[in-house]
């Protein structure tokens, strides 16, 4: 009987924190959403576990406003169980695909910073303030098939 | 990806309109700056200023439009992190700007009403997005002379290297045994040194699909082909442009 508690408690938390409104809400007041800016894509991409913990991974794309070329402004965002952000990984085209364990999977290779090396797998550590970067062939990616599946991705 | 008629004809005007040409002058000179600034660092290969042409039309829409004797480049738009990016000098973009260049950044409005300080900005914008960096360790002294520090108790690599103005690495380089342990009344070579960001490479300015991921950061999925339009457009113009405004 804990147990069928304990997931229920679990899921319905991974419910809260996928949430769009409460997402909307901790990112604007964090100031991770820019009012002068358009968001057109908001989602959590899975979560994290790193050092014990929970930590929802955020896609946020926004463009700037412009009567020619809008810039795009595409960030992952890592957010703590309170939902506050602890890191913020700016990209371009490559989105965020699924979580294991500490690690990040993403869609083709980014740099932090501006700084190499890039690549295409984030692994995270201390709370995740702290995220180093290596490449895996998109035909290693370590997930089972779908049909070997028993849940979607995390 | 089909462009719109209504934007293609708004760049047509270009190749019989002279106006269009205004900046020509000003992006030529930084161009061939930056081409002589970065020739010997590692995978550069000279940029051709049209490319940065192309992109003042694509940005600003051409004379008609309030952008091109403003934020020509769009640099400066509310919301927009180039500008922010330049005036802290973040993502290593104080390897690309001149002194004089990070100074003028620093004026935000200046930034918005001068359209050749905005093509500027847009083009150190442009670079910072296209160079690859990463902290190295760099000798600060030219040349380079090598010093003896005799190991106190309580000492380790790191505290040595803040300790005589060095980095971890050139004690490891220079002291291979170091690596391992380290023993009171050793005696260590090292080079004057410190961590800094330095340039390792560049990514390919002649391909429009990177320049457009890199410059315009995945928000008009349309942008590369609207620069190749563009600088197909070039090949058409005939004449002689006038001195920049």
Redesign the interface.
């Known amino acids: 009987m804990k147990r069928i508690l304990m997931l229920f408690l679990s899921l319905a938390a991974t419910a809260q924190v996928c949430s769009r409104d409460r997402l909307y809400s901790a990112l604007l007041e964090s100031k991770v959403l820019n009012p002068d800016r358009e968001l057109v894509h908001l989602s959590c991409t899975c979560n994290l576990r790193i050092d014990g913990g929970e930590y929802p991974v955020v896609d946020v794309q926004e463009v700037v406003k412009s009567d020619t070329s809008p810039r795009g402004v595409n960030r992952i965002v890592v957010l703590d169980a309170k939902l506050k952000p602890v890191k913020e990984i700016e990209y371009t085209s490559h989105r965020p695909l699924f979580c294991l364990d500490n690690r990040l999977y993403v869609y083709g290779d980014l740099t932090i910073d501006g700084l190499s090396p890039d690549g295409n797998v984030l692994t995270f550590s201390k709370q995740g303030r702290v995220v180093k970067l290596s490449h895996v062939e998109a035909h290693d990616y370590p997930v089972p098939v779908t049909r070997d599946r028993k849940s979607p991705p995390q | 990806m089909s462009l719109q008629q209504g934007w293609k004809n708004t760049m047509d005007a270009g190749v019989t309109d002279a106006t269009w040409d205004a900046y020509d002058a000003a992006i030529q000179r930084e161009i061939a700056a930056y081409n002589l600034k970065f020739q010997s660092t590692t995978g550069y290969r000279a940029v051709d200023w049209h490319l940065c042409k192309a992109m003042v039309w694509?940005?600003?829409?051409g004379p008609s439009?309030s952008?091109w004797t403003g934020k020509a480049m769009?640099i400066g738009?509310?919301?927009?992190?180039?500008l922010g990016v330049l005036q802290s000098g973040?993502?290593?973009s104080t390897l690309i700007m001149s002194a004089t260049l990070a100074a003028a950044v620093k004026n935000t409005a200046q930034v918005g009403s001068d359209p050749v300080l905005n093509i500027q900005a847009g083009i150190a914008y442009l670079f910072?997005?296209m160079?690859?960096?990463?902290?190295r360790s760099v000798d600060t002294e030219n040349p380079p002379r090598v010093y003896d520090y005799t190991v106190v108790p309580g000492d380790n690599p790191s505290l040595i290297a803040k300790k005589v103005g060095t980095t971890v690495e050139v004690l490891e380089a220079l002291n291979p045994a170091a690596k391992r342990m380290i023993h009171p009344k050793d005696v260590l070579k090292y080079r004057k040194a410190s961590i800094q960001?330095v340039i390792?490479?560049w990514r390919d300015f002649t391909s429009m699909t990177v320049v457009a991921?890199?410059?315009?950061?995945?928000?008009?999925p349309?942008?590369a082909a609207?620069l190749v339009y563009v600088l197909a457009l070039f090949t058409k113009i005939n004449r002689t442009p006038p001195k920049t405004p």
């Not at chain 2, 694509?58 to 829409?61: A, D, L, M």
């Not at chain 2, 160079?131 to 902290?135: A, G, V």
């Not at chain 2, 991921?213 to 995945?218: E, K």
């Open positions: 694509i940005e600003s829409g439009s952008a769009q738009v509310s919301g927009d992190p180039g973040a993502d290593g910072t997005r160079c690859l960096s990463e902290f960001r390792t490479g991921d890199r410059y315009n950061g995945g928000g008009d349309d942008y609207k």
